[in-house]
């Protein structure tokens, strides 16, 4: 398969494991007994136990749920911003790569792209057992798909430069 192939299917594929992680119920996914084992009675479980988080119409009381619960809870949360930025990164990449549009162009494609993704997984989240859409976790999916965005002109940056480089120009190794 050639580069530009692979590079198509790449966003496709972590569409699918969104979906594969949006389509299982709470029961499956969560990870408080072993998060509880792990953070013990140390410090940081004192400080998560006297957490409140506030999201949307969720709250996460860390003293009446306790330290895990608040762990997890952001765990969930920064694992929603790196499947969208992971999301962001493959689409503007794949985006540049088939249709050639200018930077601008190609960023904001991939930023209404992801946004209207992430609109679709809270949806489809009506359907799970033991799940829900939460509007704000659209507003999260898309600053990680803008995440990724800027990861994706730093890599880009970085291999200019790197061009630049070899071709007689600037000759410092980065």
Not at 53 to 78: M, N, P, W
Not at 79 to 99: N, V
Not at 128 to 141: Q, S
Request: proline content about 4%; some cysteine.
């Amino acid at each position: 398969m050639s580069k530009p192939a692979r590079v198509l299917w790449l966003p496709a594929a972590v569409m699918l494991l969104i979906f594969l992680f949006s389509s299982q119920s709470y029961e499956q996914q969560t990870i408080k007994k072993p998060l509880a084992d792990w953070l013990g009675s140390g410090s940081i479980s004192r400080h998560l136990s006297g957490l409140t988080i506030h999201y949307g119409s969720q709250t996460v009381d860390g003293k009446t749920e306790g330290s895990a619960a608040v762990a997890e809870f952001l765990l969930r949360k920064c694992a929603h911003l790196l499947e969208y930025a992971i999301l962001g990164f493959c689409l503007i990449w794949a985006i540049r790569t088939f249709l050639k549009p200018g930077l601008p162009k190609a960023a904001a494609a991939a930023v209404f792209a992801s946004a209207g993704y992430a609109s679709l997984d809270e949806f489809h989240q009506l359907f799970v057992k033991d799940r829900g859409p939460h509007p704000e976790d659209v507003l999260l999916d898309t600053t990680g798909a803008l995440i990724g965005l800027l990861c994706y002109i730093g890599w880009e940056k970085l291999k200019a430069r790197r061009m630049k480089a070899g071709s007689g120009g600037d000759r410092r190794t980065l």
